[in-house]
């Protein structure tokens, strides 16, 4: 049976991996595109920076839903989208 002081540790865990995700993609992303988004440095960072977006979605802490990423021509970085 889980407890409430079990439940609050479990949300204690997801916010402090939240918040550690969230470092990871920020020190991923450079503004460097000329539409003002986010542009992740390799497929691998910007698969990560969805998976972490994603996370935080099913939380209830976010108000975008992406769902996939994109290169995007003017830049040539990873781009995040909630477009399917």
């Known amino acids: 049976m889980i407890t409430p ?3 609050i540790a479990v949300s204690r865990r997801q916010v402090r991996r939240m918040h550690h995700e969230r470092d990871v993609r920020r020190a991923s992303w450079e503004e460097s ?6 542009g992740f440095r390799s497929e ?3 698969q990560l920076a969805l998976e972490s977006t994603q996370l935080t979605a099913e939380a209830g802490f976010a108000n975008r ?3 996939r990423f994109y290169v995007c021509p003017c830049c040539h970085r990873y781009h995040l989208t909630s477009r399917a």
């Open 44 to 46: 691998k960072h910007a």
């Open 5 to 7: 002081t079990d439940e």
């Open 65 to 67: 839903h992406e769902t």
């Open 33 to 38: 595109c000329s539409t003002g988004k986010r």
